[in-house]
């Protein structure tokens, strides 16, 4: 799977239009669908939403919007045995939180169970479905390969009268799991090994978290999905392209029925790097304590994501941005952060914190004395104010903006050297206090009076670097969880031989540090979003409370993907 860096990702079909809804408009311009436009969006309750899943709602939902239609959020709950309604009201609270609303159009496919047991009745009296007593793992073997035909079931010329008995008898749950299916009949020689006389139901004694011990017989996902569309009057079922090969069977079960010919259309999925996109995976990585929960900040799950500090409108910039198409591309994970920064640059307010305290004692600054600094809370938003900043005799600073014995081009504090402190004043190294093992502990420094709010003094000289600092005696203690990217491989699913995914989990993927950071933060609510300047966005974290805050790196400031732009143009 090649890499695309390009923004336009979109495949055109007309002006400003990718292929579906190129495809959407002429349909409305020529009356195929008599002026309608319903889209859906299915998820299995068997899970967390992912990234993915927000191109999928962007295209369904923003497509309803365009062109006056609507969008249906729709469960495909067709398994009882791994569907939670802990899982439907996840998926809600993703949806909406993404800025998305289904209004009155919320379905569910165990409401149709009895008009699919009907359909599948009407299938076995019109000879097109019949009960097999093979096992799964018979079947499976007598589907054959791509290259060989498969074998007919010696079940599968039962006379309709003994596959309605058999079918009925199944429902009543007479027979054990496992010892009978009802298939369609369709082509055992079918080059689409999807259409091999498929599973239509399977015997699960199990209660369903809707319809509780109703049925023991279940319908298969590729059995309902198609029939759940035609029953919602779906114009455009809009699919990732693993699903294309299932189109020919979506279309069978229409024809073989005579129901409403909704239409599949596949499209390119979102592919990420240095992530995962596999349900399965994301179990492992849940179950094995690679990751702390569902929502863990590193998750690309949307609940992970939004604790993270990730907003909705950066995510729907992202989505748009890469573009609907037919091909498979990689989308890169920088450009993903990159649409996080442009969209918290507008609307994060700044605020200073210091991630590796360094003690700084300002000796001619008087004792007992504190100052309050006006310090901006948002250059690209006038309309965000400013607040007061407590200045006082001690303060803290990066470690890392002080060197003992500088390279030629360090511009920051150094022995003898003078720096600006963000809305304060100019300070001057004097003497290093260490500690018995010769680290650097503590900074004594002089003060410049004349330079008050960080302003240039009168007798004209320069300085280079302005610092962040914080009051020590004013600053609040806080946990800073600095979070990176989960695997340290670009496509941690393209693999050697004897490789496993796991190889690639980035061991610094999270690390946690003590932080000291300004008073203003003393009132902050779960995910309230910052950037703490010259160290990137953060955003509270829920296991916030009063007396521990708790904050999440969300994205660093150092823009990549700005530059590999700046080069292309």
């Known amino acids: 799977m090649a890499n695309d860096t390009s923004t336009e990702t979109t495949e055109r079909k007309g002006p400003g239009l990718d292929f579906i809804r190129s495809m959407v408009a002429e349909d409305l311009r020529t009356g195929k669908w008599k002026g309608r436009v319903a889209t859906r969006f299915p998820p299995e309750p068997n899970g967390y939403l992912h990234i993915g899943h927000a191109k999928s709602l962007c295209l369904n939902f923003g497509i309803a919007k365009e062109f006056n239609g609507v969008c249906h959020i729709r469960f495909d709950d067709t398994n009882p045995l791994t569907e939670k309604q802990e899982y439907v009201d996840s998926i809600k609270q993703d949806v909406r939180w993404m800025g998305f609303d289904w209004g009155e159009h919320e379905y569910y496919a165990s409401d149709y169970f009895d008009q699919l047991y009907e359909w599948a009745i009407k299938l076995i009296k019109d000879g097109k479905a019949y009960v097999d007593d093979l096992s799964a793992e018979e079947v499976s073997e007598q589907r054959g390969t791509i290259k060989q035909a498969g074998v007919e079931s010696p079940h599968r010329n039962r006379s309709v009268e003994e596959n309605l008995d058999l079918f009925e008898r199944m429902r009543a749950g007479e027979f054990d799991e496992g010892t009978r299916v009802l298939r369609a009949k ?13 599973v239509m139901y399977r015997i699960i004694k199990a209660s369903h978290y809707r319809t509780g011990d109703k ?198 504090l150094s022995p003898g050297a003078e720096v600006r402190l963000r809305y304060a004043y100019w300070i001057k190294c004097t003497d290093v206090v260490k500690d018995a093992e010769g680290n650097v502990i503590e900074l004594r420094c002089t003060y410049d009076p004349e330079t008050r709010g960080g302003n240039n003094p009168p007798d004209g000289r320069k300085v280079k670097a302005t610092l962040h600092w914080v009051s020590a005696e004013h600053a609040l203690d806080a946990e800073v969880r600095l979070y990176d990217r989960l695997f340290t491989k670009e496509d941690p699913n393209a693999l050697e031989e004897g490789e496993d995914w796991r190889d690639y989990l980035n061991p610094e993927s999270l690390v946690v540090i003590p932080g000291k950071v300004e008073r203003h933060l003393a009132h902050v609510k779960p995910l309230d979003r910052f950037q703490f300047e010259r160290k990137g966005y953060f955003c509270v974290d829920p296991d916030s409370k009063p007396g521990k805050l708790v904050f999440n790196r969300t994205v660093t400031l150092r823009d990549t993907w700005a530059n590999v732009q700046k080069r292309n143009d």
């Open 186 to 198: 369709i082509d055992m020689a079918s080059p689409n090994m999807l259409l091999r006389d498929p």
């Open 215 to 412: 049925w023991c017989i279940y319908p298969t996902y590729d059995y309902t999905h198609g029939q759940s569309d035609s029953l919602e009057r779906i114009t455009y079922s809009i699919c990732t392209l693993e699903f294309e090969v299932h189109r020919p069977l979506y279309n069978w079960y229409i024809q073989a029925l005579g129901i409403f010919p909704s239409e599949q259309t596949e499209f390119a999925r979102l592919n990420l790097t240095y992530t995962v996109m596999s349900k399965r995976k994301f179990i492992a990585l849940v179950e094995e304590g690679h990751v702390n929960g569902w929502d863990d900040p590193r998750m690309p799950t949307i609940s992970g994501i939004r604790r993270r500090g990730y907003t909705p409108e950066a995510i729907r910039d992202f989505c748009g941005r890469i573009g609907v198409a037919r091909a498979a591309s990689m989308n890169q994970y920088e450009q993903l952060e990159h649409c996080i920064r442009e969209d918290l640059n507008k609307r994060a307010p700044r605020v200073m914190a210091v991630l590796d305290p360094l003690k700084v004692v300002i000796e001619n600054y008087p004792e007992g004395q504190v100052e309050e600094m006006e310090a901006v809370n948002n250059p690209e938003d006038p309309s965000a104010g400013s607040r007061m900043v407590p200045f006082s005799k001690t303060i803290y600073i990066e470690r890392e903006d002080f060197m003992e014995d500088p390279p030629k081009k360090f511009f920051r």
